[in-house]
């Protein structure tokens, strides 16, 4: 069974759209995450929800907003997309029983933005 | 949280064991160290992590200096499937506010 899932895994639209992306996991936990990959490879955390609460908002711009419709699901929505968006965006989950010593990482979604 | 120095790449011989080395002479008292590695193209993956003693689990070894100012990750019988991005990171255990601060990594290539 898939713990932290993201869809879609793949997915290319053109400047200006908006899109979404969905996480959900199956392990019970009560702290979900938004990181960002650029081209650079370089990991960044963008969002935290802890029990559908905002938590962790790192400098992101306005037009990411992060929506958490109960404990199991974390989705990122995206208005007016620009090229610099094009990165891989993990989900990532942790808390439970084990505390938040793992976090536990989605497969990503490679976004691009032409 | 505290910052971590970490070679850039290393290369290990199939079979052989691969000591990753990070440096964290910045780390509080209270700052945990933990590895993840990420193989190319997947998510993150938790590896292990500790305080100040020694751990082991079923993927790795961690060796923390007496001072707490560096530590050693090794990958006891290292396999090609083991070629990946080897993040050390210091922060504190617990609290959902506490963010994993990802530096570059080591780039550990293990060769047949």
């Known amino acids: ?114 | 949280d505290a910052k971590t120095t970490q070679p850039t790449s290393m290369d290990c011989a199939e079979g052989r064991a691969a000591n990753l080395p990070c440096n964290h002479s910045t780390i509080s008292g209270n700052e945990y160290v933990y590895w993840y590695r990420q193989i190319h193209s997947q998510g993150p993956q938790y590896i292990i992590h500790g305080l100040k003693n020694n751990e082991t689990n079923e993927m790795a070894s961690l060796i923390i200096t007496e001072d707490r100012k560096s530590s050693t990750l090794i990958l006891p019988h290292a396999t090609l499937r083991d070629t990946a991005v080897y993040y050390c990171i210091v922060r504190r255990a617990l609290g959902a506010t506490n963010k994993l601060i990802f530096g570059t990594g080591t780039l550990l290539a293990v060769q047949p």
Not at chain 1, 23 to 39: A, F, P
Not at chain 1, 76 to 89: F, K, P, Q, R, T
Not at chain 1, 94 to 110: A, L, V
């Open chain 1, 1 to 114: 069974d898939t713990a932290v899932s993201q869809t879609p895994k793949y997915l290319v639209t053109q400047m200006g759209n908006d899109k979404s992306i969905k996480c959900e996991q199956n392990l019970g936990h009560d702290t979900m995450y938004w990181y960002k990959q650029d081209s650079k490879k370089f990991l960044k955390i963008m969002f935290s929800y802890n029990n559908k609460e905002l938590i962790i908002n790192e400098t992101v711009p306005n037009r990411f907003s992060p929506k958490s419709p109960d404990k199991a699901h974390l989705n990122l929505h995206i208005n007016s997309l620009e090229l610099g968006d094009s990165a891989v965006y993990f989900c990532a989950s942790t808390g439970g029983g084990r505390g938040f010593d793992e976090q536990f990482f989605g497969p990503g979604t490679r976004l691009t933005v032409l």
